[in-house]
């Protein structure tokens, strides 16, 4: 049986007064709506429409891969249902309805929703959740033999209606052919004015149609994100998963609290993360690293028995062995070969740290290609950039770049030379090679002491 997801994200949400649009904030770095479309990949939705409407320009960039409708006026959902027409009309199959706002559904959940909607061949499925506090939500109404009969809007509902503490989740199955071809049946006559998904529901009882409610055991992931205390409440329980699961594999932690590691991290046995440690994207930990404290990780795939502390780390690749920091800047396309060295205060930029290469302490190192075995000295830079253009530095493995040398580039410095502290290097350096670019330096003996009669005859 096919099956396809249908995300709801034309909203604004109001509530979080933000120019960005809800579904685009991000949660442990990864937009909300990426969430709710990958969990529904991992349940089997073989395609993923969205409909977008208020921020689509931000949105869309987010949601490559999935057909797109948009919703140009805010209806109501059973209006945003209606937009997606146009693409799913003759699709004949099951469709997983979701809301982008609800980022913590699982794929475990879906996999179960589909499973009951499935082997009954109903027309819909409710995912429903039983709460303390059914405040806002929509209420599920059933018949006195059990059966659902209807969803009843908060705003809708009478004072029984409001003790009822089983509540629509905003996930549904429905059989595609009985949505798009009853949804034109949504009348607009409710307190909000709204054309409500929800009330497809008592249309399809009207017609003696299927309809079940599966309630998920665990209503956190259904929690939906409408202003930013929740998306802070969110944030809390996926961090708690997260780490959670990944101790159980043998990660530690010195406080799993003051660590928020995204989604898709994948993370090794024996790893140690220290405190103040932010670890997103599409990063990865070896076996044996230590990150943090207070570390920046991004996009960054770190190898094995590494030591990165207070670095910030983004879209670059750290081998094994490597130590970083403290206060190491990796900005993108840094790659630090086995065995090296960004050491305190040192900024990497679109540069290769060959094998065993050391940057010690306070550099800048843009756009360079450094070779294996070279030593860097503290305070050296490469000038990359002359105000308008930038160049490249070549250092061929076995140099050793004295303290406080400026490599203007373009410039090479060839295999095995040696650069005298202190020298603004401008030319090419050939191989094997001492380059010095200093003044001569004059010693004027006593100086000091002529100084010093000096200002005391000033005093009297
Ligand atoms: C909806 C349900 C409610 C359920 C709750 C769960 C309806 C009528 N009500 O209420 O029963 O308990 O979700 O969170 O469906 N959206 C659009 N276009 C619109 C309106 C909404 O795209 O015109 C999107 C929103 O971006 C959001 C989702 O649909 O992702 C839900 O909309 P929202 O307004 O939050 O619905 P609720 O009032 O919370
Ligand atoms: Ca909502």
Partial sequence: MHTKALILAAGLGKRMHSDTPKVAHKLLGKPLINWVIDASKQAGCEQIHVVLGHGRKQVEPLVKGCKISYQDDMFGTGHTVMCAQDKLGNFKGTLLVLCGDAPLISPTTLKNLIKKHTDAK?????LTMKVDDPTGYGR?????NGDVEKIVEQKDCTKEELLINECNTGAYC????????NIKKLTRKNAQNEYYLTDMIAIFKKQNKCVLSYTTANADECLGVNSRSQLSAVTKIAQTKINNKLMDKGVTFLDP???WIGPDVKIQQDVEILPNTIIYGASSIGKGTIVGPNSYIQNTRIGQNCKIDSTHAYDSIIKNNVSCGPRAYLRPNTVMENNSKAG???EIKN????AGSKVPHLSYIGDAKIGKNVNIGAGSI???YDGKYKYNTVIEDDVFIGSDTMLVAPVTVHKNSVIGAGSTITKDVEKDSLAVERNEQKNIAGWSLRRKYKKNKRKK
Avoid: K, P
């Fill in 351 to 354: 540069s290769t740290i060959g």
């Fill in 122 to 126: 109903a027309a819909c499925t409710i």
């Fill in 140 to 144: 599920i109404v059933h018949s006195e």
């Fill in 174 to 181: 429905f059989n595609a052919q009985e949505l798009f071809s």
């Fill in 382 to 384: 490469t000038c990359n």
């Fill in 257 to 259: 609290t003051l660590a």
């Fill in 344 to 346: 305190t205060s040192v």
